[in-house]
């Protein structure tokens, strides 16, 4: 109940997949730039403001107590991002250079996982364009060479750190896109879509299977979902997780348990 780390969304904002209404979850935009701003404070006043943010004290009244617990939350929190605090984390690879910041998320991930942070699921954004209506060729090559780039060199900083077994990335598309190119050099917005897991303790494998062009297409275009998703979120509940996920995904004992791990 007072760990906001439990749940870390690496944004701007917070991740509608994390959101929760009793326990504390963070939204952290970049790990070596987390503070709280004040309008013309800065050098010894700034840094005596932080330290006081934590120092309410418990109160009967409802509301008063809220703004206290909360801000002994965030103060916490500070102070366990400190150490990162000068983006010198010290990575064993090197991630690729770009003035987006995913790579810059994923190294700092890997340097707070290895600090032994209280961390339990971290959702991060992908970089580039993929809602690719127009020149789509242009903007998926680029974006997706920087999300593999750094996905690869996340995954080889763990095992250079003995922390890949603890680790499971799963990336996945919110929407797909139809199998037909459109009037714009791009691909209009499609049904099914496409998931991956990885980490050393995946059990390799393809779940569902590619429908083809030719025939895997309904009436509107759209690919065919040979598998489905929930399937996949309830396997990751229960074996990963070990979280009953009936008490997340709706109907869930109607889903397949596809073995992930090895």
């Known amino acids: 109940m007072d760990n906001p780390l439990q749940g870390l969304a690496l944004s701007d904002s917070l991740q509608p997949s994390l959101a929760s209404t009793n326990v504390p979850i963070a939204a952290v935009s970049q790990v070596d730039d987390y503070g709280f701003w004040a309008q013309n404070v ?5 840094t005596r403001m932080l330290d006081a943010i934590g120092s309410f004290t418990a109160s009967s009244d409802p509301g008063r107590a809220q703004v206290a617990e909360v801000a002994a939350q965030v103060a916490h929190l500070r102070e366990q991002l400190l150490p990162f605090d000068d983006g010198n984390w010290g990575s ?10 995913f790579p810059a998320r994923l190294a700092g991930l890997a340097a707070m996982i290895a600090a032994g942070l209280p ?20 903007d998926f090559g680029s974006a997706l060479a920087l999300t593999a780039g750094s996905l690869n060199a996340f995954q080889r900083d763990l095992e250079a750190r003995g922390l890949a077994d603890r680790v499971i ?8 896109r139809r199998g037909e190119e459109n009037g714009s ?4 917005h ?7 897991l990885i980490g050393s303790q995946v059990k390799g494998q393809m779940l569902g299977e590619f429908p083809g062009l030719a025939s895997g297409l309904d009436d509107e275009g759209n690919l065919k979902a040979t598998f489905d998703f929930r399937s996949l979120y309830c396997s990751l509940l229960e074996q990963w997780f070990t979280t009953d996920a009936t008490e997340i995904i709706p109907n869930a004992a109607s889903f397949d348990r596809p073995a992930l791990l090895k």
Do not use: I, K, N
Not at 42 to 46: D, Y
Not at 169 to 176: I, R, T
Not at 185 to 188: K, P, S
């Open 42 to 46: 800065w050098g010894e006043p700034e």
């Open 92 to 101: 064993p690879v090197t991630y690729p250079t770009s003035s987006d910041p």
């Open 119 to 138: 961390l339990r699921c971290v959702t991060v954004s992908a970089p580039g364009m993929y809602d690719t209506h127009a020149d789509q060729a242009t």
């Open 169 to 176: 990335v799963h990336v996945w598309s919110e929407f797909g």
């Open 185 to 188: 050099l791009g691909t209009d």
């Open 190 to 196: 499609g049904a099914a879509g496409a998931g991956f």
